[in-house]
């Protein structure tokens, strides 16, 4: 696609459900990042995929966080009994390593913004 | 761990001057620094890229400068317009980007 791609980019939950987060990043981009924005802070890195692998996963505040990424494209984070403190704006991020490697760049979707009540 | 500082945090001005965003971070190995604009309720925008080997980039009235050595990054806009009103971030790379809390600009018609 043209750009990186959220969905949805709304969502309200329940307390305790579980919520299952898209991102479908520029097409041939290796790179897939998920960030969190919380009303009021900066961008708190979660998950680093390089292909299908995620060799960073230390940003995940807790075991209720995971993600995946499958065909080295489409990334799913799912939030497993979801509480208040989760509520945020959920951001995705993709680049493809670039030659020389510090031109590398990186492109954002327009986030998905959790609500939960 | 990279610790990335934005000062100041907010800027008012009035339309036509010249803006000064300041950025620091603590360890230099990083590969390159981005800066960004994020409108409210929108995601980033990418509005420079700076490599680790260069010293400035610029792009229409915005310019940025890089001083790796001592951990600092300055974003430069110039003739500033109601339109610039935005958060900017700035984000050293080192395979993954790691960001200061942003600098929220008004200027004022």
């Known amino acids: 696609g043209a750009g990186v791609s959220q969905s949805p980019s709304n969502k309200v939950t329940e307390k305790g459900k579980d919520v299952e987060l898209r991102c479908d990043p520029i097409?041939?981009?290796?790179?897939l990042y998920w960030y969190r924005q919380s009303l009021g802070q900066g961008l708190e890195f979660l998950i680093y995929?390089?292909?299908?692998?995620?060799?960073?996963k230390s940003g995940l505040p807790s075991d209720r966080f995971s993600a995946e990424r499958t065909g080295g494209s489409v990334s799913t984070l799912t939030i497993q009994r979801t509480q208040q403190e989760d509520s945020a704006v959920y951001l995705c991020?993709?680049?493809?390593?670039?030659?020389?490697?510090?031109?590398?760049?990186?492109?954002f979707g327009q986030g998905t913004r959790l609500t939960v009540v | 761990k990279q610790e990335v500082t934005q000062i100041p945090a907010a800027l008012s001005v009035p339309e036509g001057e010249n803006l000064v965003l300041n950025c620091s971070f603590t360890?230099?190995?990083?590969?390159?620094l981005q800066w960004f604009r994020q409108d409210p309720g929108k995601g980033l925008t990418s509005l420079l890229l700076?490599?680790?080997?260069?010293r400035e980039q610029t792009s229409g009235r915005l310019n940025a400068s890089l001083d790796k050595s001592s951990g600092r990054s300055t974003l430069y806009i110039a003739a500033s317009q109601p339109g610039d009103s935005a958060t900017y971030l700035c984000?050293?790379?080192?395979?993954?980007?790691?960001f200061g809390a942003g600098t929220t600009v008004t200027v004022r018609a």
């Open positions: 991020a993709s680049s493809q390593l670039a030659v020389p490697r510090d031109s590398t760049e990186a492109f």
């Open positions: 097409s041939g981009h290796t790179a």
């Open positions: 995929f390089q292909g299908n692998s995620a060799p960073d």
């Open positions: 360890d230099s190995a990083i590969y390159n």
């Open positions: 700076i490599q680790s080997s260069q």
């Open positions: 984000a050293t790379n080192d395979y993954k980007l790691s």
